[in-house]
């Protein structure tokens, strides 16, 4: 195997995955991403961080050259960097959720072009896995004060509950354009959350902000109709997604690949007053899973919504709100992310855990 095939084989062990295609093409994007020698390196990483001299001693390189190497990768967002006991330690990243949102600052046509096609010949494969990779947060004010919410269910505990705060690019946006296939929503709207003080200062390339800024995001990514989703665990949510089915690769997959549960839904559903529906049809253009339609009075389709609620406040007539749905439907979240990819590898099949 040569070292693209080693990385590629290597970061399907992992819980996400990375399935491979017959033509290839798995293997070009990655050539795109990374250097011969970085894909040797990231090939030889576990998933948990390691100190520098653990893996020199492990794959046989000498401790300067590979720290510079493993900081320069870092930067680029080819592979994890923590700081723990003992100083820096370096680990192997997903491809998705990862290494490929990483690269929002520098994709350009090419990969764009190849992200298409790999996203078209199997990546559906692996967004049919149980648990799915992120899940939806309603849109804030769109659930009553008096409703029990946890706070890995709030959007504005989310943010608040951080101590850094930053903003990106979308790059499923930033990549349908490329292609010519832009859609109208905002671009700059995807969020990175710390618990650390002022963990985006001076950043490649997340741009740090400041808690109000954040918020200020959040609304604006929500007045467009942008769905909230973040990372599918509870403890340690570290990014919020603003999505939408015309260009985002996870809900692509409801509007373009039919699969119904491509991401988990909130503990909420949308809900009618009829007395208080006047027939606009407006929250029809708001619904990004058609789980309303019209009959004298707006229907909800409590299968297809997923509660975000965005539909909620752009309804003139405030006839929609989102109410808990019965504690039978409501989808178990895994605690951690580490829970999360235990039930993950286990809906793959993958016996061994990833290194």
């Not at 909230?228 to 990014?239: D, E, K, L, W």
């Not at 019209?294 to 919504?305: K, L």
């Amino acid at each position: 195997m040569n070292n693209y095939e080693l990385l590629a084989e290597k970061l399907d062990s992992l819980p996400n995955g990375y399935p491979p295609t017959e033509d290839g093409v798995h293997l070009r994007l990655l050539e795109k991403i990374f250097t011969v020698e970085e894909a040797d390196i990231a090939a030889q990483l576990y998933a948990q961080p390691e100190s520098v001299d653990d893996i020199a001693a492990r794959t046989g390189r000498e401790v300067r050259e590979l720290l510079q190497q493993l900081k320069t990768m870092a930067k680029r967002g080819l592979i994890t960097i923590e700081l723990g006991k003992g100083g820096l330690r370096f680990g192997l990243l997903p491809f998705v959720v990862g290494i490929y949102e990483n690269q929002a600052a520098s994709i350009d046509k090419e990969m764009a072009l190849l992200f298409e096609d790999y996203y078209q010949k199997a990546f559906a494969e692996v967004m049919q896995v149980q648990p799915q990779y992120h899940r939806v947060v309603p849109v804030n004010q769109t659930v009553s004060k008096s409703m029990e919410i946890h706070p890995y269910e709030n959007i504005l505990d989310l943010v608040n509950d951080a101590k850094s705060w930053a903003v990106l690019d979308c790059i499923c946006r930033k990549q349908k354009a490329l292609i010519g296939e832009a859609c109208e929503h905002p671009i700059d709207v995807c969020m990175v959350l710390s618990p650390r003080e002022r963990a985006f200062e001076n950043h490649a390339f997340y741009h740090a902000v400041t808690k109000e800024e954040a918020l200020a995001t959040l609304k604006r990514a929500s007045d467009s109709g942008l769905v909230h989703s973040v990372s599918n665990n509870q403890q340690g949510i570290y990014y919020i997604c603003n999505c939408c089915t015309c260009s985002c690769g996870i809900l692509q997959g409801v509007a373009k690949l039919g699969i119904a549960n491509v991401i988990a839904r909130s503990a909420f559903v949308c809900t009618v007053d009829d007395s208080l529906c006047i027939g606009c049809e407006t929250c029809l253009d708001y619904c990004q899973f058609k789980a309303l339609s019209m009959d004298t009075t707006v229907q909800v389709n409590a299968v297809s919504c997923v509660g975000c609620g965005v539909c909620v406040p752009n309804c003139p007539s405030e006839a929609l709100t989102l109410i808990r749905r019965p504690e039978e439907e409501v989808m178990p979240i895994p605690e951690t992310l580490i829970d999360w990819g235990s039930q993950r590898a286990a809906s793959r099949g993958l016996t061994d855990k990833p290194e």
